[in-house]
């Protein structure tokens, strides 16, 4: 091949090479879905942590979030907030470790709720860049209408001040007022998070709104079940135990599909992946799962909660199964 060949093929090579990064506005078949889709690696051998180093007997909701940059002296640079699993008296804990996948060491309890009500769980913690302060969301039983979402913060994770209920039934709003497991989510300067409206195993779902994170406002439409979207009348997916974010020039959802149950039942639960609408309020396609659970020696099909987080460009995916939790990271494919 002649210099100039040469020349032209490397620049299509390179040209080829940068398309990949770019998802079309649809797909044409089934193999540039699969081409488009993010694809992930399961973490091998053990658990990253579990219950038995905390000093609960359950664990739910294990989340990290960057801090190294934020905290002065923080401990490392990733602190990751969990909770009980529908205890009665609740609790939330800290973990820290200076790497997404561990290891982990746990810190201990940081927080129980005991003004009003019980059963502390479900923490989510945002930083909050203009009052200089975390912001954690958590559910407590007996508080509002029925099980709501209470706000407390923290100038370092550790110290917190409760604030109060943010999120309860709308008037005239269906549901029994549950309006816990709140995942919240910040684009253009505003603030948006799901949550559950109505507990029980066909409990309805809301998209919420707020200009600063403290004064909440529910979308009027109540949001449909799920399985409108995985086709299957017995399987939801999840609003809260999921994430939203951009790959390849389009918003994901990443999250469980599970049978209809709630209030802790053991029932088989399994990650999976899909295109969402811009309003966040459907799934534009039928999940595709994004790997198979159990196939490690210590996970079961019993996976309680999953949350989703992204440090430098990796998809991580954070699941536990009873009370030990596992870890999925994207890769290049």
């Not at 295109?275 to 198979?292: A, H, V």
């Amino acid at each position: 091949m002649s210099k100039d060949g040469l020349i032209a093929a490397a620049a299509m090579g390179e040209a080829q090479k940068a398309n990949r990064g770019i998802a079309p506005y649809s797909y044409s078949d089934v193999r540039s879905a699969e081409q488009y889709t993010p694809k992930f690696k399961k973490v091998e051998g053990g658990p990253i942590f579990s219950a038995a180093k905390t000093g609960y007997s359950s664990i739910y909701w294990f989340r990290p979030i960057e801090v190294g940059h934020i905290i002065p002296n923080a401990k490392a640079r990733f602190y990751a907030t969990y909770s009980t699993n529908h205890n009665a008296r609740g609790g939330i804990g800290l973990a820290y470790s200076n790497h997404p996948g561990g290891p982990w060491t746990n810190h201990g309890e940081i927080y129980v709720d005991t003004v009003e009500g019980n059963s502390t769980e479900t923490p989510f913690v945002v930083w909050n860049e203009f009052e200089k302060l975390f912001f954690m969301y958590y559910q407590q039983s007996g508080a509002g209408i029925n099980q709501s979402t209470l706000l407390a913060t923290s100038p370092d994770m550790i110290n917190w001040t409760r604030v109060g209920i943010v999120l309860d039934k709308p008037d005239n709003f269906p549901g029994d007022g549950h309006t816990g497991y709140f995942a919240v989510m910040r684009t253009a300067g505003k603030w948006y998070g799901f949550s559950v409206m109505g507990g029980g195993d066909f409990g309805r779902k809301a998209l919420w709104g707020s200009p600063d994170g403290r004064s909440w406002v529910c979308h009027p439409h109540v949001m449909l079940g799920g399985n409108d979207a995985t086709l299957n009348s017995t399987e939801n997916f999840s609003r809260s135990n999921a994430g939203l974010f951009v790959y390849r020039g389009q918003t994901w959802w990443l999250g469980m599909l599970s049978a209809y149950a709630s209030g802790g039942a053991t029932t088989v639960a399994r990650p999976a992946i899909a295109l969402i609408s811009d309003d966040w309020r459907t799934l534009k396609e039928k999940p595709s799962l994004i790997m198979d659970i159990p196939t490690l020696p210590w996970e079961t099909t019993n996976m309680q909660s999953m949350t989703v987080a992204v440090f430098d460009g990796i998809i991580y995916v954070y699941y536990n199964t009873d009370n030990n939790v596992g870890l999925a990271y994207s890769v290049e494919v």
